[in-house]
């Protein structure tokens, strides 16, 4: 059976299998050897920085709906920058993206609409 590289999300024949101690068991990850090292960087980033990222990213849509509701339009648009700039420093994608692109890619793809959302304050006009 071919398996797909979870870095580059291309199927090969000559993968890898990495196994992981997550706090949900053993994770293995089929990976080609050159970007073994590559996925075990992004992995210990992950690891290390993903509970900042939730908190971040969980807080700033209550922030800019505080900002909606007492009609303070500049708290809006910093908390729309913040969360770009958080989703582009902490490229952090859904298991299912993995899955589809492969890590590389969804990191690109996350980057790409983080720089989206940053530009949204200046593209929209809030009343």
Known sequence: MVKKCIWTGKSSEDLIEFQ?????????????????????????????????????????????????????????????ITLGLTTFVFPFSTPETINFLGVKKSILLVRLISVVIMFLPFILKFN
Do not use: C, W
């Open 20 to 80: 992981f101690q997550d706090v949900n068991g053993v994770m293995i990850y089929s990976v080609d050897a050159k970007h073994l090292e590559e996925f075990k960087t992004f992995l210990r980033f992950y690891l290390k920085y993903k509970n900042i990222f939730l908190f971040l990213v969980l807080s700033i849509p209550f922030i800019i709906i505080l900002g909606e509701v007492f009609k303070i339009l500049y708290i809006t648009k910093i908390a729309l």
